[in-house]
């Protein structure tokens, strides 16, 4: 509208006053030629983290200054569930939404089902392994997104991708491991679960609620936690 112009497949590197610059890429991502553009204006509109990223590397604000702090990401972690029959139809995803724990800063929501998801928490190998992933349509998974209050910053990139710091607090640990064992509770309860994973490093199959609790002690570092986010915001 109004006389703009979209440029498919021009990936900016450099931004300054009045200034863009890039380059040109094939459709396999080889580059082919180079971007100019000046204007009387630049609006920089590229998310929580190439924003920042772009201004960081094209050295136009300082890189201890607060472009790029105050990172935010909504983590997730999840309870895998294996159920004793399939749940699988062709077409939408039919999923579900807990917001009984808002109050708490998270909630529960239903996970995509991918087997390679599941697999980089799951406790078994050889025939057991096998097994299970033979029947990985049965599997459900519950994740809990948490409001959190913990904070990242991304810096000027080193390399091919960009540079992000950011760690767990206690009290985003906290609420993590809360919504693990909720949505351990919503499958076992609930369907008869058979076993729950939670997305904690080294943890064995559960069995149990009891066994899940154990699993996920109040203590348990942050660090353990296999976490998944897709929200970034500043």
């Known amino acids: 509208a109004a006389g703009a112009r979209i440029f498919p497949r021009y990936r900016v590197t450099n931004v300054g006053s009045g200034l863009v610059e890039g380059v040109v890429t094939d459709d396999s991502g080889r580059v082919i030629g180079v971007l100019k553009v000046t204007a009387d204006a630049v609006v920089l509109a590229a998310g929580a983290i190439s924003s920042p990223r772009l201004l960081l590397d094209s050295e136009v604000v300082d890189t201890d200054g607060p472009v790029g702090a105050g990172l935010r990401v909504h983590p997730v972690a999840a309870a895998h569930a294996m159920l004793d029959h399939p749940v699988w139809r062709a077409g939408a995803t039919q999923g579900h939404f807990i917001d009984e724990w808002d109050s708490d800063a998270y909630l529960l929501e239903a996970n995509p089902i991918i087997p390679g998801g599941i697999f980089q928490v799951l406790a078994a190998n050889g025939p057991e392994l096998q097994e299970i992933l033979l029947r990985s349509t049965h599997f459900v998974s519950t994740g809990a997104m948490i409001r959190d209050t913990s904070q990242g ?80 915001q500043a």
Not at 190 to 200: H, K
Not at 219 to 229: E, M, Q, V
Request: net charge negative; hydrophobic share 40%; proline share 6%.
């Open 153 to 232: 910053r991304v810096h000027k990139s080193t390399g091919a991708g960009a540079s992000i710091s950011y760690s767990v607090n206690d009290v985003d640990r906290d609420r993590l491991i809360q919504g693990i064992q909720k949505g351990a509770e919503l499958w076992f309860d609930g369907a008869n679960a058979e076993f729950v994973i939670p997305s904690v490093f080294g943890v064995p199959i559960c069995r149990s609620m009891d066994e899940l609790i154990n699993a996920t002690p109040s203590d348990l570092p942050a660090s353990r936690l296999l976490l998944y986010a897709s929200h970034p």
